[in-house]
């Protein structure tokens, strides 16, 4: 078994263990770090809910999703050590006087506690005062936000000053689960510790750049929720703005949290508005109609069970971003996220500029550019594409379009690629805020995102269809056309 680490030991506790992400993303981390021997030994996790329980029930409802969600055959062993660490205590969220039950069983003396809120954001409040209440904040205790931290700016303060009355800043972990995935990882490294690519990375070799984020299902029984929050909030507010400034950053002092942070809010300072002046031009929202996807037949985004038939909310959205400043000055970064899309794919496509002159052009009329094209799911790694000459004798020279293959999967063949929350929820049993948002970026970028909301209201023109299955409207590729671009398909 490997070596232990030997941080200080947790009080990993759970509000609303028994919900979705409980079970399907937390519970198989934390099995995967117990087997691979990451979890202190004293560490404890403990679940929070309003459900009937014993420990042994939990124990028995949490070893069922670890059979259900880990997606390969468990190591018995190392699942019922993790099943020894479980505890249950019942709470009502909105009683603070209950909370005095998990007080029984935390140990602030020898385990931090860190309280990872899988709940609903208008339940934060209470377990904010609760936790106050049976004085369970210390200067230690951490507290972990998921998204989505509002549905605009205004709202997202109010959450954030409803946390901050109780948690100093240093204190939260905001997750976004795409800054755990490995090749967003690697965007650090490949930018930063290769010459080839740091002294290549501005307007003077970058024609331009796409992000893709586009996921084959649709919104899979979520119509509630997803109705009210649309694609742009969804997935762009967090994802793609986060992916954006990895991408845009400027090289930081160090790898420190701080100097992370810094560098990508001078980012998101510099995205230039999107108005109803140039909404149209920016700007492709569609929604998917029926269609079909791997054969099979799909029903409309109106047309699913408890749709509405009048929704005008997207379920695609295409934007053009221009960030106003001197390493990007003209490169135009284009982001596109959808449901019901053709394929499941989400990857940064970096297109360098075309040579300037064509000495080949008997054997290749048009050179195309060198792209670099980074593939974050669902095949991890990095691909360079470029020309060769086909081997061959007597006939010149060929040209033809090859690709640098480095699947993370065969380069690492020996390494398991962690799932995104076990490296989270390890950096936050360490106390290690790198990967983590910061409460400045997401204000920053709910400005900018309510920026299109606006003009979207103002504008009151409804979504433009695309057939599931397909790469969303036909103005989404106008988009790039009207640069004389087209997208990576």
């Given amino acids: 078994m490997p070596t232990i680490d030997a941080h200080k030991p947790c009080d990993f506790t759970i509000y609303g263990v028994m919900g979705d992400l409980s079970r399907r993303k937390l519970m198989p981390a934390l099995y995967q770090l117990e087997r691979a021997g990451r979890l202190h030994p004293d560490t404890h996790i403990i679940g929070v809910a309003r459900h009937e329980l014993g420990r042994r029930d939990f124990q028995a409802r949490m070893y069922e999703a670890l059979q259900s969600f880990v997606g390969q055959p468990l190591d018995h062993e190392a699942a019922q050590r993790l099943l020894d660490r479980l505890h249950y205590v019942l709470i009502d969220l909105q009683a603070p006087d209950q909370y005095s039950r998990l007080a029984e069983i935390v140990d602030q003396q020898r385990r931090v506690l860190i309280n990872y809120f899988s709940v609903a954001a208008f339940l934060f409040d209470d377990i904010c005062r609760g936790l106050e209440q049976a004085d369970l904040v210390t200067p230690e205790t951490r507290v972990v936000l998921e998204k989505p931290i509002g549905r605009d700016l205004a709202s997202s303060q109010e959450i954030n000053d409803i946390v901050a009355r109780v948690f100093a800043e240093e204190q939260v972990y905001r997750i976004d689960h795409y800054l755990g995935k490995e090749t967003v990882m690697n965007l650090i490294a490949l930018r930063f510790a290769n010459s080839i690519f740091t002294t290549n ?97 799909v029903r409309g985004y109106v047309e699913e069970e408890g749709g509405n038939p009048n929704s005008t909310t997207e379920t695609f959205v295409a934007i053009r971003v221009d960030i106003d400043n001197w390493r990007w000055a003209d490169v135009p970064f284009y982001l596109r996220t959808g449901k019901a899309m053709a394929t499941k ?11 300037p002159h064509n000495i080949f052009v008997d054997s290749y009329r048009n050179l195309p550019p060198n792209k670099l094209i980074i593939r974050l ?113």
């Fill in 201 to 297: 990375w501005d307007h003077n070799t970058i024609d331009h750049v796409q992000i893709t984020v586009a996921e084959e299902v649709g919104i899979e029984g979520r119509w509630g929720y997803f109705d009210k929050a649309g694609q742009l909030r969804d997935m762009v507010q967090n994802h793609l703005m986060q992916i954006l400034a990895l991408v845009a950053m400027e090289p930081p002092v160090n790898l420190q949290a701080d100097s992370l942070r810094n560098e990508k809010l001078k980012v998101l300072k510099a995205l230039r508005p999107i108005t109803p002046d140039n909404l149209d031009d920016k700007v492709v929202r569609g929604q998917y109609g029926p269609g079909f996807i791997e054969g099979r037949p």
């Fill in 345 to 355: 794919r989400s990857e940064v496509v970096i297109i360098f500029k075309r040579l």
């Fill in 377 to 489: 799911q669902p095949d991890e790694g990095v691909d360079v594409e470029m020309l060769n000459k086909i081997p061959g004798i007597g006939e010149g020279i060929r040209l033809q379009r090859t690709m640098l293959d480095l699947s993370f999967c065969e380069a690492f063949s020996g390494e398991r690629i962690a799932d995104a929350y076990e490296r989270l929820i390890l950096e936050i049993m360490h106390g290690e805020q790198a990967l983590f948002i910061h409460r400045d970026e997401v204000e920053l970028s709910w400005t900018w995102i309510d920026s299109i909301q606006n003009a979207w209201a103002r504008s009151n023109e409804a979504p433009k269809k695309y057939p599931a299955g397909s790469w969303g409207p036909v103005a989404s590729v106008a988009l790039l056309a009207r640069d004389g671009r087209e997208w990576e398909e």
